[in-house]
């Protein structure tokens, strides 16, 4: 039952993982060393599957390694949020645009 859990929980956090990529603003990151930890302990094809993703398998790497976000993503992470900021920016009352540009900082 517990392996259950820990796969379910894994393809829960991998899809918020799937969401997180596409949509801005939401981090995809946690999500994804959530599931790695959660098919580690439920499903060890999983587990395989998700270290050699395409997308997700040199991040997870490079964190278990070194513990550190490549720079390359920590570019793409600052991207994304002043891309949300500028369309908050027409979008939202500027004292909404300030909130969350202090918050992301």
């Known amino acids: ?3 259950f859990l820990w796969k379910v929980a894994g393809f829960i956090s991998l899809g918020f993982a799937y969401i997180g990529v596409v949509t801005p603003g939401i981090p995809w990151s946690v999500f ?3 599931a ?3 098919f580690a302990q439920g499903s060890p094809k999983m587990h395989a599957w998700l270290y050699g993703h395409r997308l997700f398998g040199p991040f997870l790497i490079n964190w278990q390694e070194k513990r550190v976000f490549p ?3 920590k570019y ?3 991207l994304t949020m002043a891309s949300s900021v500028a369309i908050m920016y027409f979008t ?3 004292n909404g645009v300030l909130w969350t540009a202090a918050f992301m900082a």
């Open 1 to 3: 039952m517990k392996r």
């Open 32 to 34: 994804v060393v959530f």
């Open 92 to 94: 939202v009352p500027l």
């Open 71 to 73: 720079l390359k993503l």
């Open 76 to 78: 793409m992470m600052i």
């Open 36 to 38: 790695a930890y959660a």
